[in-house]
């Protein structure tokens, strides 16, 4: 059974900091693509940052800059460093897990809320 368990998020001021960490099972981890997603009320998901298996990553214009994807194939664990935060930020953060060579290998986490308010 797939889980992905993320955590860290919570509330923050403007300016603030927050590391948000996603924690994966029942995958072999290191062959997976992994990724950030938001989705903040009446908007749709987006899509905030990628990591590939080989530790490529990929941004979304709006957070390039602030916020850092990394991952930790030892402890099947994917992080985002979120820095200078702001409000329209907000969202909830959701983790995801692909294989690009099986389309059914596409999971999601059940995310975490971040606010960032004064």
């Known amino acids: 059974q797939v889980q992905l368990v993320e955590s860290g998020g919570g509330l923050v001021q403007p300016g603030g900091s927050l590391r948000l960490s996603c924690a994966a099972s029942?995958?072999?981890?290191?062959?997976?693509?992994m990724g950030w997603y938001r989705q903040a009320p009446g908007k749709q998901r987006e899509l905030v940052a990628t990591?590939?298996?080989?530790?490529?990553?990929d941004y979304a214009d709006s957070v390039k800059g602030r916020f850092t994807i990394s991952r930790d194939n030892v402890k099947n664990t994917v992080y985002l460093q979120m820095n200078s935060l702001k409000p329209e930020d907000t969202a909830v953060y959701y983790c995801?897990?692909?294989?690009?060579?099986?389309?059914?290998?596409?999971?999601w986490g059940q995310g975490t809320q971040v606010t960032v308010s004064s």
């Open positions: 995801n897990a692909k294989f690009p060579l099986i389309l059914a290998a596409n999971y």
């Open positions: 990591i590939s298996s080989g530790s490529s990553s």
């Open positions: 029942g995958i072999k981890f290191s062959i997976y693509n």
